[in-house]
């Protein structure tokens, strides 16, 4: 099990270093430095000094890859690739454009994030599991049809929609509670309910019919028809029976993406005004501050790859038959 | 008039022409046949082909651009012709005049009011506080009061031109096909309903507005109309561009394993490590920059609207190949191991023929299913990337632009929520369709399917 996850964390390296590689062609070689100076500076009327003052600033003015001038190891390290894109393996993400530092930032903004991101995940997946179910139980009728073309109604509706309506009807129709901004004290679920609430809402469509699918697979099999010539009922046989065989199938997409729950959510921040790490990244895309998108990719990049990797952990527990090796 | 081709319009007509090609080319294949004949036996099917088949015509008719001649000005020395700046399209000559009107602000649906008071001043020169008449609704009526009346007889007058069309239309093809199997009667509904509705929306539309007006003034309902052209083409164009990518390198994996196989590997894992929306978000930055440093590239603003959403299309295609990458490749390293492909080694059969005899035949469900799938997922993306600020430019109109623009307008005081209705129904029908055709297929197509009733 330990050699395994030392095994696949070696594996991980070299994929990193390709999203690093990857980053950071697209953020100096396709857009180089001079380009960036001149957007930060305002794009006309900018003189050839005042780049250069901005890059010596902000540290872009050594070469990209291999410094000639300097001797030694030097040449390697004095370089904007190894200063820029290399110091992210050591998680040291220097400063924002705007010289704010990106670390402190991060773990500040991380917690918000996760208010959000865990609860509506944990309960979402709950709701949807039994959402899905509950047609199963009704399957081959008239009912389940209605139902799976109501998911894929609710599927068919962009989240944005799905965000202004319930800011709508909660918060401007009802006035149930505040329509955004967010409060660190107790009184944060206040600010939660909502954007939760919303993003549970929105996840039911697609969610509960492909747990739905899961579901009907293992229900076609002969252990089920064995429990119900047993005599078993129908929800002993569904959550007895049919839940834990379909685990597997469920956990391959669910666990990946909770490492990822850190990164927030870019939509559902900005609009309810919680200050996480998905409104930062939308900050930072908006004023095109390429120090916070590079690092939010890398970190990125990281949690994804643990996921892949707890996904494949949780395999072993969810069925004893699976052995990594 | 002078016609104004952009590289989008090339691309979808050629995209149209090529899978009509393929269709034709597999017409003979009995398979094939059997699977669609499977897709279009059910009433939903039929139904959902002619709403998509309707949003693609709409579509192509607003691909086909011009630029209006000037009138020659007294004086004008030479026989030059001067052109305006204004790009327009096939379509917009077909809703007419629904296209250039504008009012001042913002109006509801089927009003004569402006929904701001602003002040004005009466024949004695004293001003007051009033909400002013609009410039181009209801011009025609003698009186405010006989709005109703004028609204029903209209839209009467309109369904008959509909129901005329539809005649016209829906009649030789029952003609074609009262012999059939397959349920076409819910086909000839649906078309009809749809005629009808164009020919109401024209008819009413140009007398008022149908969905009232934006904060800048324009028709709602044109500006989402016009929104179906960005949906469409983003849908087909992106997926067409993933599509080559994906299916070379899974098939390269999976047929020659070893260190292509390796690489692909790699390749895609790095692919989607990243989370997707920054690599887009990225990706479209770095374009952004290089177009804005570069604006003497494109004559008109629209060009360079259309640059820049072709770059989009690239970018979401190229980012998102690893998921049907990963299918292809696991389906080929399937079907390389079965028998007829190892006899055909043998034989001395050779790589490239194995591949398009053997190979490629087996894996076109897959690629068929993605089709289909992702295009819906891509016109839901639309909204979310123009919101975030890196999906289409603001000069060009889509349904994310006008949902971004808009999206503040409901906490107004009395609440504005025509601007989202339009771009709602109008996204909410293109994509449910999608969704919905894109089950049958996958039900007729995949083998492993267990979508369908069967259970």
Known sequence: ?325 | MTTVILWTDILIYALVVAISFFFWNLRKDLITRERWSQVFSSRLGMVSFVVIAFYILVALLDSLHFRDSLESVEGQASDKVYYGNTVRSALDTVLGDMSTVHERTYSAPFALNSFEKVNLRDDQGVSYRDFPALEHAGVHLASPEDKAGDIVIQSLIGLLIGLGFSVLLVGPQWWLTRHSDLPWQSAWITQVVIICIVAWMIRVGNLYHILGTDLAGNDVLYKSIKGVRTGVLLGSLATLIMLPIAVSLGIAAGYFKGWVDDLVQYLYTTLSSIPGVLLIAASVLMFQVYIDLNPDMFEVGLEKADAKFLALCFILGVTSWATLCRLVRAETLKISQLDYVQAAHAFGVSHGRIIRRHILPNITHIILITFVLEFSALVLAEAVLSYIGVGIDPAMASWGNIINSARTELSRDPAVWWTLTGAFCFMFMLVLSANLFSDLVRDAFDPKSTTGDQA
Not at chain 1, 33 to 49: F, I
Not at chain 1, 189 to 218: C, D, S
Not at chain 1, 251 to 257: D, P
Not at chain 1, 281 to 292: K, Y
Request: hydrophobic residues 50%.
């Open chain 1, 1 to 325: 099990m330990l050699a395994y996850i030392i095994r696949r964390l070696i594996y991980a390296v070299p994929i990193l270093i390709g999203v690093n590689l990857l980053t950071f062609i697209l953020f100096f070689i396709v857009n180089t430095p001079d380009d960036m100076a001149r957007s930060q500076l305002g794009e006309k009327y900018v003189t050839a000094d005042a780049i250069e003052n901005w890059k010596k600033e902000n540290g872009y003015d050594k070469p990209l890859f291999l410094n000639s001038e300097q001797a030694g190891l030097y040449s390697v390290t004095d370089t904007i690739f190894f200063t820029k894109s290399l110091k992210l393996f050591v998680f040291d993400f220097g400063q924002s454009e705007s010289g704010r530092d990106i670390t402190t930032d991060v773990s500040r903004r991380m917690w918000p994030s996760l208010a959000l991101a865990l609860p509506s995940f944990v309960i979402g997946i709950g709701v949807n599991i039994c959402v899905a179910l509950m047609v199963v139980m009704f399957r081959a009728t008239p009912l389940d049809r209605a139902a799976v073309v109501l998911f894929v109604g609710l599927m068919s509706i962009s989240y944005l929609f799905y965000i202004i309506g319930g800011q709508y009807l909660i918060s401007k129709m009802w006035r149930l509670v505040p329509i955004s901004g967010f409060d660190a004290s107790s009184q944060a679920w206040k600010f939660l309910i909502l954007p939760i609430t919303v993003g549970v809402v929105a996840g039911i469509g697609a969610g509960a019919r492909w747990y739905r699918t899961l579901f009907l697979e293992e229900s076609g099999q002969d252990y089920v028809r064995t429990a119900r010539a047993k005599g078993l009922g129908e929800m002993t046989i569904l959550f007895r029976h049919i839940l834990p065989n379909a685990l597997i199938p469920i956990l391959t997409g669910v666990v990946v993406v909770i490492p990822s729950l850190f990164m927030g959510s870019l939509l559902m921040e900005s609009f309810f005004g919680i200050p996480g790490l998905g409104s930062y990244m939308l900050d930072a895309i908006r004023s095109q501050d390429f120090a916070i998108v590079r690092s939010m990719v890398f970190i990125g990049s990281i949690l994804y790859i643990f996921g892949l990797i707890l996904t494949d952990i949780s395999y072993t527990w969810a069925d004893p038959r699976v052995r990594l090796n």
